[in-house]
């Protein structure tokens, strides 16, 4: 899972983004593009709950990727976007913190407005690259084989109607396009086509109030968009803590919990991810997939060669083998299910896959 980081200058979406990895973000090959990865393992308490009883050599967290492109997005060039166009969903760091000492380029805190900005630079990007495409789709026209201009005619409708709701300031996934077009234009990798999570960064003394906060900007919430609070400040401060004392500090604070798993819990709900687990060669890994997604393919999650060769994969639901206390136990029961390909694995399943090459 790739996650792109934008926001407004002096939002604080660096910071976030050093907070997230803990400052161990790496800067790109090419630093004229400007952006910076950093990878992070999800944290999964069942996943250590497995290794407990099964007593792995090796257990392997699920990790997300994040990207900060350096630069805020509006003004932007192509060569910066292209850097989040790879993203599966769009992190949008909002401004909610008040501090004089950083002052904001609108000269006033307003999210809502910055949320509106930040939209429009997202349909503007999106509006250049249907554009282009429209260009090069009429000059194929031109001479194309009785196939070929079925095939284009076909896109230049489709981008025609996405071309209008952009020009009218209707983002890409408010534009209820039918699932067919929307895989459609997968490729394109349009910027307002993504899931985004509208990221609220509060300063200290806002802390108290983030509940309120919160219940301000429920609006936002829908299907493709989904909204948290973070205080980036504290996060980074609690990301150079070892993990007893950072939770004491959040307890102190009458915080329940990290805010930075919580953007990693939301995340997977905007794209609709699950966990599984295999245990094989002495390890217990963690991986991500889809809802819905049948064993077979997930099989190809670990390596391709198993999803060609599939067999069967032997399941259990972690609440389960936890339950048992062993694979062995679990045999002994009964409770270990033998699956064919087209079983869809569930959260918080685990895996032994069987295959042949």
Known sequence: ??????????????????????????????????????????????LWTLAEILKPKRTIPAEVKYI?????????????????????ALIHVVRVFE???????????????DIITMNLELILSDLAITERRLERLNSALKGAK???????????????KIKSALENEVPIQEQGLTEQDAKYIENYQLLSAKPMLLLLNIGEEQIPEAASIKA???????????????????????????????DEFRTAMGLESSWLEQVIRLSYRLLDLISFFTIASDEVKAWTIAKNTPAQKAA?????????????AEVIGHDELISCGSIAEARKRGLLRLEGKNYIVQDGDVLTILFHI
Not at 79 to 84: E, S
Not at 100 to 106: A, G, Q
Request: with cysteine; glycine share 10%; hydrophobic share 35%.
């Open 1 to 46: 899972m790739e996650l792109g980081i934008t926001g407004l200058p002096k939002s604080g979406k660096t910071t976030v983004f050093q907070a997230l990895t803990k400052g161990r973000g790496e800067k790109a090959a090419h630093p004229s593009v400007g952006a910076t990865h950093g990878i992070v393992k999800v944290p999964d308490p069942r």
């Open 146 to 160: 009785p196939q070929e201009r079925e095939a284009n005619l076909k896109e230049q409708a489709l981008l025609q």
């Open 68 to 88: 900060d492109i350096g630069v805020p997005l509006k003004g932007a060039g192509a060569q910066h976007l292209a850097q989040l166009s790879t993203a599966d």
């Open 99 to 113: 501090d004089d000492s950083v002052p904001h380029i609108e000269g006033s805190i307003d999210p809502e407005r």
């Open 216 to 246: 301000r900007f429920q609006h936002h919430s829908r299907p493709h968009c989904d909204f948290a609070v973070l205080c980036s400040k504290l996060e980074m401060e609690l990301a150079e803590l070892s993990g007893t004392e950072a």
């Open 300 to 312: 190809g999650k670990v390596h391709t060669d198993m999803e060609r060769g599939f067999i069967r």
